[in-house]
């Protein structure tokens, strides 16, 4: 009984005193323990090197739809954990607006440069020129001048239209066209400066220069005869109560070219208006005068219109 009890006690004893023998035999006063199954079983730190993904850093070069760019970046934490996280869009705007005042910057600075450059050739040419012209004479230019009659022929001419010629200085070479609103006559004249035709004629209603279309006025200054055509089966209103008017304007219209439509010489069907003020504007002459005119006439010729006053 008594060898029961003491194996019973050596064992618990034995119990007792390991976790002291363990504490003392193993553990360091750091904490840290002596103790290893093996070298190969050792316990060590688990090191973890950062993933070898290539960044894509946003450049303001490269353009992109995406709203984002994917950055991959190192946070704080843990070592070898890789993070990625969205550049913010805030900061993409900027970057796109810096992008945009780096290329307006550019294209200032290219058209600086040309304007510049075309500049400095332009007075490099002027300096040419005026070193040109300082030793080369400047040759006179020549004096344009129209066909016209001489100072003996134009004394014959009557005195309403000797002051007109020395006013407008008309070319002749296709004659010339008289028309004196003051005394409602019509004249025409050959390249030499000699009558051909005069007879009377009608014009506008109201006295004056023409100001616009419609206000019954006969244009006046220097013309010229712009297009000759058969106005047989033309007709018109007039407006005076006898409704539409067949063969109205005679058997011709020599169009005038005076800045405003609708003016010109033509026949009549109202004989007795000759001599009168009638007309919407264009002038007026008697069928068998207006056929007597007509193969005389050339376009281009030159036609004067003299002033009521």
């Not at 070298?39 to 290539?54: C, D, G, H, R, W």
């Not at 984002?68 to 900061?91: D, Y």
């Not at 230019?141 to 016209?148: D, L, N």
């Not at 019509?186 to 004056?208: R, S, T």
Request: glycine fraction near 8%; aromatic fraction near 6%; include cysteine.
């Amino acid at each position: 009984m008594m060898k029961g009890i003491n194996h019973r006690l050596t064992v618990a004893l034995c119990f007792a005193t390991l976790p002291a023998l363990l504490h003392a035999d193993i553990w360091t006063d750091t904490g840290e323990s002596k103790f290893s199954y093996s070298e190969s079983a050792k316990a060590t730190p688990l090191q973890v090197k950062p993933a070898e993904i290539p960044l894509r850093i946003p450049h303001p070069t490269i353009k992109t739809d995406d709203d984002f760019f994917l950055v991959p970046e190192i946070q704080a934490g843990p070592q070898g954990v890789l993070h990625e996280s969205r550049v913010n869009p805030l900061e993409l705007e900027r970057l796109k607006k810096e992008q945009k005042k780096a290329r307006e910057k550019e294209e200032r600075q290219r058209r600086n440069e040309e304007k510049a450059g075309e500049n400095g050739m332009r007075k490099e040419q002027q300096r040419q020129k005026n070193n040109v012209s300082e030793t080369v004479p400047k040759a006179e230019p020549e004096a344009v001048t129209k066909p016209g009659i001489s100072e003996e022929k134009l004394a014959t001419l009557p005195e309403d239209l000797q002051r007109e010629v020395r006013r407008f200085s008309p070319d002749w070479s296709k004659g010339l066209i008289f028309i004196n609103k003051r005394d409602l006559t019509f004249y025409l004249y050959n390249e030499q400066g000699d009558q051909v035709l005069n007879c009377g004629c009608a014009v506008g209603i109201n006295k004056g220069h023409k100001q616009k279309q419609g206000d019954y006025r006969t244009p006046e200054g220097m013309f010229t005869v712009q297009q000759i055509q058969p106005s047989e089966t033309w007709g018109h209103d007039f407006g005076d109560g006898k409704g539409y008017i067949r063969h109205a304007y005679g058997n011709w219209f020599i169009r005038l070219k005076t800045g405003f439509s609708g003016i010109g010489i033509h026949g009549t069907h109202a004989p007795e208006s000759i001599g009168t003020r009638a007309t919407e504007g264009c002038i007026r002459l008697k069928n068998e005068e207006l056929d007597k005119l007509k193969p005389l006439v050339k376009i281009g010729m030159t036609v004067i219109i003299s002033e009521d006053e």
